[in-house]
């Protein structure tokens, strides 16, 4: 079993949607919570990192995590063209970090 | 602020040959990480340093080693390269063993294995 799944998509949303991304994960020690975009033929970029279950939100973006279903997810509300990229979910315990595949998102004028 | 640096970019070597990837950590940052990312999968961790000890490895051959330097800069070495080796391979840095949450990421380094 991998330890953290994601649906690789790829995922095609007209602007202005709300897009939900999730990925579940299989061990509970895990503790950070992480969420990158990665434009091609880039590194990725940090977009949000939680702690613990909860939620955390910064501007367009939410980040969701769920320690008793082992799920995280995140929202992008009134996405736009520029928000087309693949986003991974990552997650940390320890010296232990693990990404997701990736989505593919791409958001439609 | 120069954000993590990454050298070369692009690379071709063949199979059986050695490779080092070079990486300059963000300005303060004492603690580098190395990941392969294979063409449509996520980043797969390689190796941690920090204060120029390996702090954490994840599930690569002994092909693959790396070192930091007092600078903090690193370096990723792999010896006798397989066609599987073929990636994109990146750096991230954080300020310490803490914030690894936080890592920054280099654009990469694409190996191609012929």
């Known amino acids: 079993q991998k330890e953290v799944e994601q649906d690789p998509g790829p995922l095609s949303v007209p602007e202005g949607a709300i897009v939900s991304l999730n990925c579940t994960y299989s061990n509970s020690a895990f503790q950070y919570f992480m969420w990158y975009r990665q434009y091609s033929r880039k590194g990725p970029e940090l977009l949000m990192y939680?702690?613990?279950?909860g939620n955390k939100e910064d501007g367009r973006f939410t980040a969701q995590v769920d320690k008793s279903s082992k799920y995280i997810s995140l929202f992008i509300r009134d996405s736009q063209p520029s928000d087309s990229a693949t986003y991974l979910c990552a997650v940390l315990t320890g010296n232990q970090f693990y990404f997701g595949t990736g989505t593919s998102l791409t958001v439609i004028p | 602020d120069a954000g993590v640096t990454q050298s070369p970019t692009h690379l071709i070597k063949t199979r059986g040959q050695q490779v080092t990837l070079r990486c300059s950590p963000i300005s303060g940052h004492k603690s580098v990480s190395w990941y392969q990312q294979v063409l449509g999968q996520g980043p797969q961790f390689i190796f941690q340093?920090?204060?120029?000890?390996?702090?954490g490895r994840g599930n690569f051959p002994d092909r693959f080693s790396a070192r930091q330097f007092p600078n903090y800069s690193s370096e990723l070495n792999v010896n006798a390269l397989l066609l599987g080796d073929s990636a994109l391979y990146l750096c991230?840095?954080?300020?310490?063993?803490?914030?690894?949450?936080?890592?920054?990421f280099g654009p990469g380094t694409r190996l191609l294995v012929l």
């Open positions: 991230a840095s954080s300020p310490g063993m803490s914030g690894w949450e936080t890592q920054y």
């Open positions: 340093y920090y204060e120029k000890e390996e702090r």
């Open positions: 939680t702690y613990s279950s």
